[in-house]
């Protein structure tokens, strides 16, 4: 099964060497650890003097104008003409040194306080060669020969530079019907959720992991209980269905969703330039029979076609198809990929599966047109092979959120009143909260 790791655990920054001499520290000395800088300050010492972080040769180039390069790890490093190369585990970056000199994470260069470049100081290219190196394997240091200072944490390089291991921080899990029905729905309490960050994180934590959860025992009857739970994670996404809804099989809208017709597998707001993050549903009420929800992990159907039919994946994810949203007095549209990956590493990022929505193919050329036709047809037998449908009964209180990045979803066709309670989340904000509660990385 595909599987995500975070490949590295974070360690404190140390120091390579320090010197014996109470040296003065140039200003834009700062070290970091991760994104936490460690002040100046926090380096003084009883005699309020300012160690020095160690780098052979500081201001001096070596014999025949070559960088010096030293530290415990300095076998790990090699200079070029315009980079270093630098081995740590698995990972080999490049590393410019324009892009060295533009990273600073100086107090100079970089406002921590702010977390923003301070680009008045900066000089994108300065056309420089380091006057000497020390890599200890924890630190890379870099010393400039106008006396500026540089020196990177290694897991900082790690999550920031140019390379195809980038990862998340949690296990992605990849599931069909019996995988997700062996693992139990992943659901939190709405008290644990509202009141606690354990609660909220272990929401999150479920969306990440299989691409929905969903909250229990929340208030049952009344719209605005749905809207509270919604909102614990960030504000809602108005779209032309308004800032939230409650509908039923009306047929209010041009959408097959305000009817009682079966649904199949889909993502929503494949119109929208970049469609919305979370879909929430709350059926509030329904007096009839049917009406099941369906879901199916797009990102497994996604992988299952990239492990069968790579040509037709990659396809998927080069070909630009419209989809459209039509009413008497709005027309919406969009152009995108069915499928997207990660421009650096290659990871399934977004699906954008929705055949209901999916308007004249104007933007494909006849010769490639059948080509288009048998990837999408091999894809849309992954979504519908009945081992991928999860189906489940939502009930007054199962508040359901719905990663509408990842997860299609769908509904049975059903008899009598059901009522639907619901909003979207931007996709932006709640990977945002995500991110600061350790869960993701890209």
Not at 159 to 165: D, E, G, L, T
């Amino acid at each position: 099964m595909y599987r995500v790791v975070f490949p590295l655990r974070r360690t404190g920054v140390r120091l390579a060497k320090w010197s014996e001499q109470s040296l003065v520290t140039p200003s834009c000395l700062t070290l970091h650890s991760g994104s936490k800088p460690v002040r100046q300050q926090q380096l003084l010492g009883s005699d309020e003097t300012i160690r020095k972080f160690h780098i052979s040769s500081p201001y001096q180039h070596t014999e025949g104008n070559k960088v010096s390069v030293s530290g415990s790890r300095s076998d790990n490093v090699k200079i070029s003409s315009d980079r270093i190369s630098l081995k740590y585990g698995e990972f080999e970056m490049e590393l410019l040194f324009v892009w060295l000199r533009d990273h600073c994470r100086c107090n100079t260069c970089y406002s921590h306080d702010t977390n923003q470049r301070n680009v008045q100081s900066q000089k994108l290219f300065t056309g420089e060669t380091p006057s000497s190196v020390e890599f200890d394997g924890l630190v890379l240091g870099i010393s400039w020969p106008d006396g500026h200072v540089t020196s990177y944490d290694i897991n900082w390089l790690v999550n920031n530079v140019y390379h195809n291991h980038h990862t998340d921080h949690v296990d992605k899990v990849l599931w069909d019907k019996e995988t997700i029905e062996s693992a139990g729905l992943p659901t939190v309490h709405f008290r644990e959720y509202m009141d606690s960050d354990e609660g909220l994180w272990k929401h999150l934590n479920n969306l990440v992991k299989f691409g929905f959860s969903i909250v229990t025992e929340a208030p049952p009857v009344h719209h605005m209980g749905t809207l509270e739970v919604a909102t614990r994670i960030c504000f809602k996404q108005e779209t032309h269905f308004g800032p939230d809804w409650t509908f039923t099989s009306n047929n209010e809208r041009g959408d097959t969703a305000y009817s009682d017709l079966y649904l199949g597998a889909h993502t929503d707001n494949t119109y929208f330039t970049s469609p919305s993050g979370i879909q929430v549903f709350h059926v509030l009420e329904h007096d009839g029979e049917g009406g099941q929800t369906l879901m199916v992990d797009g990102q497994h159907c996604a992988e299952q076609l990239r492990s069968k039919y790579p040509a037709k994946f990659d396809l998927l994810t080069r070909t630009i198809i419209p989809h459209e949203y039509y009413e008497e007095k709005l027309r919406v549209r969009s152009l995108g990929t069915v499928l997207s990956v990660h421009p650096t590493t290659g990871q399934f990022l977004q699906i954008r599966y929705n055949p209901y929505d999916r308007s004249p193919l104007y933007t494909v050329h006849p010769d490639d047109q059948q080509a288009f036709y048998q990837a999408y047809e091999a894809l849309t037998q992954e979504v519908r092979n009945q081992e991928n449908e999860l189906w489940i009964k939502l009930k007054a209180g199962m508040v359901l959120f719905v990663d509408n990045w990842r997860v299609m979803h769908g509904r049975a066709s059903f008899t009598g009143r059901r009522l639907v309670s619901g909003c979207y989340l931007p996709r932006d904000d709640w990977i945002s909260k995500a991110r600061v509660m350790g869960l993701m990385n890209l």
